[in-house]
């Protein structure tokens, strides 16, 4: 795939497709002609500067340069990874775009920058506090397109009902195959996990906090027990079996990336190029921002190109607000594998939760400037009120590890690759109750994904009528979306 934030030889292609801007580094997601500052960029010290991540050159003077760069009263360097050869540094937007007229100082004109990418702040996707019925979610207006959203296959508080990680197992067949995730690593990258050897015994086999920059999982606390109860729903082998993980065998790596206020784009970057040296064969990611990423995008591709099989990530639990998945679930490339919730049952039974996050994206209302369109769940699993060693959780941060539980197991028995497990999807079991752009191929089940059994049906060719109808309207209201959006990045509004 190509590199989303581009060498410092190419630049802006947009505006019309009429002149081009004069920016030595192609400086995204970023509106470079009217130069606005979107809400979702990390701001630093008293003066809020934005923050910047800066890939610098291999020359040996390259960080020295940066470094003296930004040594002034208004630029700082706060972080950086000599193994990426990147730097987080903040900066005024006429410190570091050129713009028209820039000089000879500006950081996209110097010749060690091979490469520049926005701040972008990440989080947990929006929790799911007291489940809403339906009438209390305001849907959008479907008289001017195509389909319908059609709620009467959708599950709000009144058809769903919550269960333990072993009515999980027991829904997804986990307990039908022998295989329980040994030999196989996998990665959650969170707001950390709380070490607990009645549960994990010496399976974290590598831990680092990326905001404090420390090793060991004894600072990699949890901040809200939403990164433990993810670690728990994997891998967790405790004497009560209702609260066994899907793959209780595996070993962990623990990067904690987010803290009580979120976190940054450049530490969850890290933090994946990490995983990959560590030797993760799976990430899961319970986490993102409505905002695109390139930095992330980079290093999605480090990490499934160096070892790691698929990487799963929470689609979000926004559909009645921003709507569309989270970046980097919207990461349009082979190994990415966003994940939506669906309620606890089996899959001919099971509905798309009302929250869930759903496709088609347009591409353009997260800045991606069309590079993300058309991305939309391509898993769904249960993640309603399910109940974990660590506690009871809701939404799609709880779905994404259950599938990446699921898939440590099928490593264990196949030793898949990134192509394995893209053509795996086909196993999934289609969800008649639930969209293509809610759930993608269906639900994995173990016994299906293990032994490599393809559904006489697809997902698409099962959907209830209100379920394509409302496939139809996503699409549409994400048509209409995306030429708006790309009306209003172009214009500056």
């Not at 499934?304 to 679930?329: C, H, K």
Request: proline fraction near 4%.
């Amino acid at each position: 795939m190509k590199d989303d934030s581009v060498s410092r030889r190419e630049y802006m292609h947009g505006f019309a497709g009429a002149a081009m801007l004069p920016l030595s580094v192609y400086v995204e997601p970023f509106n470079g002609f009217f130069r606005s500052l979107p809400d979702e960029i990390n701001q630093y010290g008293s003066n809020r500067l934005p923050g910047w991540i800066v890939e610098y050159s291999d020359d040996e003077d390259a960080l020295t340069a940066l470094t003296d760069w930004t040594d002034s009263d208004s630029r700082s360097l706060l972080k950086t990874d000599e193994d990426s050869n990147t730097a987080l540094i903040t900066a005024s937007m006429d410190d570091v775009v050129s713009g028209w007229f820039g000089g000879s100082s500006v950081l996209s004109n110097l010749g060690y920058v091979e490469r520049v990418s926005l701040d972008v702040s990440m989080d947990v996707p929006e929790p799911v506090g007291s489940l809403s019925s339906e009438g209390e979610i305001d849907l959008p207006s479907d008289w001017w397109i195509r389909g319908s959203f059609d709620q009467s296959s959708v599950a709000y508080a009144n058809s769903i009902n919550g269960g333990t990680l072993g009515e999980v197992r027991g829904v997804l067949q986990v307990d039908d195959v022998p295989e329980t995730g040994d030999g196989v690593v996998v990665s959650v990258l969170d707001d950390g996990v709380d070490a607990d050897e009645s549960l994990y015994g010496d399976r974290i086999i590598s831990a680092r906090n990326f905001i404090t920059e420390e090793d060991g999982i004894e600072n990699c606390e949890s901040e809200s027990g939403h990164g433990s109860w993810v670690a728990s729903s994997i891998a967790a082998d405790p004497d009560e079996s209702e609260y066994r993980g899907i793959a209780p065998s595996v070993e962990l790596l623990v990067g904690k990336v987010l803290g009580s206020s979120g976190g940054s784009a450049f530490d969850v970057a890290n933090a994946i190029r990490w995983s990959a040296r560590e030797g993760a064969d799976l990430i899961n990611l319970s986490l993102g921002s409505v905002m695109y990423s390139p930095e992330i995008v980079v290093a999605l591709e480090y990490a499934l190109e160096n070892g790691v099989s698929a990487v799963f990530v929470a689609t979000g639990n926004s559909r009645d607000t921003t709507r569309w998945i989270n970046s980097p679930a919207d990461s349009l490339m082979d190994g990415v594998v966003p994940v939506g919730a669906t309620t606890l049952d089996l899959p001919n039974e099971a509905k798309s939760a009302y929250f869930s996050s759903v496709g088609e994206d347009p591409g353009w209302t997260n800045h991606s400037m069309g590079k993300t369109r058309g991305a939309k769940p391509l898993l769904g699993a249960p993640g309603c009120e399910i109940e974990s060693a660590t506690g009871v959780e809701t939404g799609t941060s709880m779905a994404s590890p259950i599938v990446c539980g699921v898939y440590a197991l099928a490593l264990e028995h196949h030793s898949w690759d990134t192509e394995d497990v893209m053509q795996s999807l086909d196993y999934a079991e289609p969800i008649s109750s639930a969209g293509v752009t809610e759930v993608g191929h269906g639900m994995p089940v173990a016994s299906n994904v293990l032994n490599e059994i393809e559904p006489d049906e697809s997902q698409e060719e099962v959907r209830e009528p209100s379920a394509e109808a409302r496939d139809t309207a996503n699409a549409s209201l994400a048509s209409w979306d995306a030429r708006w959006d790309s009306v209003r990045h172009r214009i500056g509004l």
